[in-house]
């Protein structure tokens, strides 16, 4: 169980320096922060695929490393989403005074 979760967190680490580097631009959070999401959700992802898919002794699921990665886009989406919205409505609300 212990080395599923750190294949987790690789998964996690990988996929927040990939939106890092497909999606460049200002963006409040840093590197570590982003790759610190990826890392949360791909954790996430892959205790939820067990929910789904019980663990076997010793076996490594394709499931388990599909919703890893899934879980670990979304909250990276997310976070992107939210910050966006964030950076909209503070700039309109900074312009109007």
Excluded: C
Excluded at 31 to 59: A, D, K
Aim: aromatic content about 14%; charged content about 10%.
């Amino acid at each position: 169980m212990f080395w599923n979760l750190v294949v987790f967190a690789l998964i996690g680490v990988f996929t927040g320096a990939a939106a890092r580097l497909f999606y460049p631009g200002r963006r409040p959070s840093r590197i570590l922060g982003t790759m610190l999401l990826g890392m949360v959700g791909s954790v996430l992802g892959g205790l939820l695929s067990w929910v789904i898919w019980p663990e076997v002794n010793g076996q490594f699921s394709t499931g388990a490393l599909l919703m890893s990665f899934i879980g670990a886009v979304l909250v990276v989406l997310f976070w992107a989403i939210v910050t966006y919205a964030r950076g909209i409505s503070g700039r309109a609300s900074a312009s109007a005074r």
